[in-house]
């Protein structure tokens, strides 16, 4: 996504790479305060699903869907830390703080992989509602970001690395579920293979053209996603649908 120019109205002070001014700084202390409060809504929305929905009591259990969620949580706050200086903007803006929560709620889904297999149908449900917000919630980080003038590559590479990580971790929850079988896992590293790709072969860096149809390609999928994750859904149904 490239940046747009603010709107009739509107004032947003730029920050260029690498700069270490008054401008910078507020950006960090932004990002400061906003992962800080992000945190604090993970660790309650943590504690309060581990108390509504029935799981087992053994201390690995719990433990084990800690680690879940924590090491992709730090993993994502240490990356917007890192690449801050890529912000074009001194505002952290709105989109972008949408978009980190609906990372919270992509690694509060993480923490349920080790024990779908053994989730209820009511949790099951409300899993499978959840991912369907944090998909629906995703078209409106790139509309808030052009509607404030804050639209940038740092923002949309955000998005899209919050949407790769929330298809892999439904990809596995419907594995782990036994809704399909591991086979299901590919659709959730698509992204990250490209990415090896890349690796290999250079010219694929190189920045892709904006297209509507890759765009509703990914939303086909995650829908797909969700709805074999849903109890709703019968298993032969899920395949068929995988």
Not at 16 to 42: D, M, N
Not at 158 to 167: N, Y
Request: with cysteine.
């Amino acid at each position: 996504m490239k940046a747009v120019p603010a709107q009739a109205g509107q004032s947003h002070e730029r920050v260029a790479t690498g700069e270490t001014g008054a401008p910078a700084v507020r950006l960090h202390q932004q990002l400061q305060g906003r992962l800080v409060l992000a945190s604090l809504c993970l660790a309650m929305a943590f504690l309060a699903q581990s108390t509504l929905i029935q799981l087992p009591g053994d201390a690995w259990t719990l433990t084990t869907m800690l680690g879940m969620t924590l090491v992709p949580w730090i993993a994502i706050c240490l990356l917007l830390r890192n690449g801050l200086p890529h912000h074009p903007h001194a505002a952290f803006g709105a989109a972008n703080t949408l978009t980190l929560f609906r990372a919270v709620g992509t690694v509060l889904l993480a923490g349920w992989i080790p024990v779908a297999a053994q989730l209820t149908q009511p949790a099951l449900v409300w899993i499978s509602l959840f991912s369907v917000l944090l998909l629906t919630l995703d078209g409106l980080d790139g509309y808030l970001a052009r509607r404030t003038g804050l639209a940038s590559a740092y923002g949309a590479r955000f998005d899209m690395e919050i949407d790769a990580l929330l298809t892999l971790i439904i990809s596995l929850l419907v594995w782990q579920s036994g809704e399909a079988g591991i086979w299901i896992v590919t659709l959730g590293l698509m992204r990250y293979l490209f990415v090896l790709a890349a690796t290999l072969q250079p010219e694929l860096k190189k920045p892709l053209y904006p297209s509507f149809r890759r765009k509703l390609i990914c939303v086909i999928q995650l829908g797909t996603l969700c709805a074999m994750l849903s109890p709703w859904i019968p298993s032969q149904w899920s395949v068929s649908l995988g």
